[in-house]
């Protein structure tokens, strides 16, 4: 075939060309003389057109033939039609199978529904549908956004270490490692160490993947999912915040004006991302709490939550649907966050952390804090916590020479594209899934 290898999303720019289009047969619709193919190539959908008297015999018996998934390369006319899905069709004169599904051991995953089980079973092959495809898009555009974001405002990437000795967020969930003689976990978040480089850089940010050995079944937990963390030195609270509601109406725009198409092949309703734009509400935990309790009082809430809890998913997500924008909730009392955290100098039972609930019952997507800057208030806190000490002591340092006011926090990439793209469950936004019960495929 000699014709230009075009991509089915860049079909336009060929109209009335003849093109080859490199793929698999995504599904075959057969109409007497006539033959509809579907095909994919993993940037879009175009339907092919086989009409009997126009093509030679080989090829209308080839593709009428055809399972699902085989691979091709089929060469055909462009022509525009209004009906189609892309704009476009494609008048196929030509084709090569490069490898035909066979016909007794076909495609596992058909065009009608499945269940959830079976399809993790087989997210291999399940990526290819057009709707986790187009998430991938989404959840690709969300990470590029991110970082274009930081790095359009003069902050320096630096990446963490993956093997660690200690914890960062509480020691219930770590995946220990056997690191040669000594005990190593794999990282909760690269914060410790961003903490580090910010007070080298000024302005750093993380991006990698992340664990947390949690028991959780819930629809937000992962064991591995992968955060961007910004750490910024001499940064307030108020500072933390304007620039997290900043990052997320940056993202959510780039998503409008990218991703568009693949957002309505996922289903999103987009009006309701139209409206995420800086500034968010900003409430304290005791607002949080009075949102709480009289959800409790007016019968939409089954317990009364008492002040000093940390919210569960229920919580948040009454919390959260109070807003039409993401909620960002500060000064959480202390005993319920990390050890990190710097106090309220004002009420110093409460830390100067924040955290960012998104809307339609997504719950927290961020979680950050000012860091604590005195040595000795943090050495104490090591201790109340049961930390290992020496393992902390390099962190300590960062509060011997030169401590600072400094802040920052970290987004799961993961939640935000369960959000954005309006998901259910957090298993569909990254290609392979890791929770309690799978590590299969
Ligand atoms: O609130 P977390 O635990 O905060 C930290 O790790 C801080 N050290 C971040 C910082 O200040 N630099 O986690 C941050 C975010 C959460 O808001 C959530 O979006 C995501 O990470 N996250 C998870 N995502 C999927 N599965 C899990 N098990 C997650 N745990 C946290
Ligand atoms: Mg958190």
């Known amino acids: 075939m000699s014709s230009p290898i075009a991509t089915i999303s860049q079909i336009g720019a060929y109209d009335g060309q003849t093109v080859t289009i490199r793929g698999w047969l995504y599904n075959l619709r057969e109409s007497g003389k006539l033959l509809f193919p579907i095909f994919r190539d993993g940037s879009g959908l175009i339907q092919g057109v086989v009409a009997k008297n126009a093509v030679a015999p080989e090829i209308f018996e080839a593709v009428k033939g055809l399972t699902q998934e085989s691979s091709v390369i089929v060469e055909g006319k462009v022509r525009p039609d209004r009906r189609a899905p892309g704009g476009y069709e494609l008048d196929v004169t030509?084709?090569?199978?490069?490898?035909?599904?066979?016909?007794?051991?076909?495609?596992?995953?058909?065009?009608?529904?499945?269940?959830?089980?079976?399809?993790?079973?087989?997210?291999?092959?399940?990526?290819?549908?057009?709707r986790q495809a187009a998430i991938l898009r989404?959840?690709?555009?969300?990470?590029?956004?991110?970082?274009?974001?930081?790095?359009?405002?003069?902050?320096?990437?630096?990446?963490?270490?993956?093997?660690?000795?200690?914890?960062?967020?509480?020691?219930?969930?770590?995946?220990?490692?056997?690191y040669f003689d000594e005990q190593a976990?794999?990282?909760?978040?690269?914060?410790?160490?961003?903490?580090?480089?910010?007070?080298?850089?000024?302005?750093?940010?993380?991006?990698?993947?992340?664990?947390?050995?949690?028991?959780?079944?819930?629809?937000?937990?992962?064991?591995?999912?992968?955060?961007?963390?910004?750490?910024?030195?001499?940064?307030?609270?108020?500072?933390?915040?304007?620039?997290?509601?900043?990052?997320?109406?940056?993202?959510?725009?780039?998503?409008?004006?990218?991703?568009?198409?693949?957002?309505?092949t996922i289903g999103r309703d987009s009006s309701k991302l139209e409206k995420i734009k800086s500034p968010f509400p900003r409430i304290t935990y005791d607002d949080a709490v009075k949102i709480l309790q009289e959800g409790h009082s007016a019968g939409k809430l089954e317990n009364r939550f008492e002040w000093g809890g940390d919210f569960g998913s229920p919580d948040e997500t009454y919390i959260s649907s109070q807003f039409d924008k993401p909620v960002m909730v500060h000064r959480y009392p202390a005993t319920v966050k990390a050890f990190y955290m710097e106090p309220d100098p004002v009420r110093p039972e409460l830390a100067l952390c924040v955290d960012v609930l998104a809307p339609e019952g997504y719950g927290e997507i961020i979680?950050?804090?000012?860091?604590?800057?005195?040595?000795?208030?943090?050495?104490?806190?090591?201790?109340?916590?049961?930390?290992?000490?020496?393992?902390?002591?390099?962190?300590?340092?960062?509060?011997?020479?030169?401590?600072?006011?400094?802040?920052?926090?970290?987004?799961?990439?993961?939640?935000?594209?369960?959000?954005?793209?309006?998901?259910?469950?957090?298993?569909?936004?990254?290609?392979?899934?890791?929770?309690?019960?799978?590590?299969?495929?």
Request: aromatic share 10%; proline share 6%.
């Open 94 to 130: 030509a084709m090569e199978v490069l490898q035909k599904v066979a016909d007794n051991d076909p495609y596992p995953i058909s065009l009608k529904d499945h269940g959830v089980d079976f399809l993790m079973e087989h997210r291999h092959l399940w990526v290819r549908s057009p």
């Open 138 to 178: 989404v959840r690709a555009e969300i990470i590029k956004a991110v970082r274009d974001f930081f790095d359009g405002r003069g902050f320096t990437l630096t990446d963490p270490p993956i093997l660690t000795p200690a914890a960062c967020e509480g020691t219930s969930t770590l995946f220990p490692v056997d």
């Open 185 to 264: 976990y794999l990282t909760q978040s690269g914060q410790l160490y961003i903490e580090a480089t910010a007070m080298a850089l000024g302005r750093v940010y993380s991006f990698g993947p992340t664990f947390r050995a949690e028991k959780s079944k819930t629809r937000r937990h992962l064991t591995e999912f992968w955060m961007v963390e910004p750490e910024v030195a001499y940064a307030t609270l108020d500072d933390l915040m304007t620039l997290a509601e900043e990052m997320i109406s940056f993202v959510i725009e780039r998503c409008l004006e990218h991703r568009r198409v693949d957002l309505q």
């Open 367 to 441: 979680g950050g804090s000012q860091r604590m800057a005195s040595y000795d208030l943090l050495v104490k806190r090591i201790r109340e916590h049961q930390l290992p000490e020496e393992a902390f002591k390099w962190y300590l340092d960062l509060r011997k020479y030169g401590s600072v006011p400094h802040g920052g926090f970290g987004m799961g990439i993961e939640r935000a594209v369960a959000w954005i793209c309006g998901l259910e469950h957090v298993r569909e936004t990254i290609p392979f899934a890791r929770t309690l019960h799978r590590l299969y495929p």
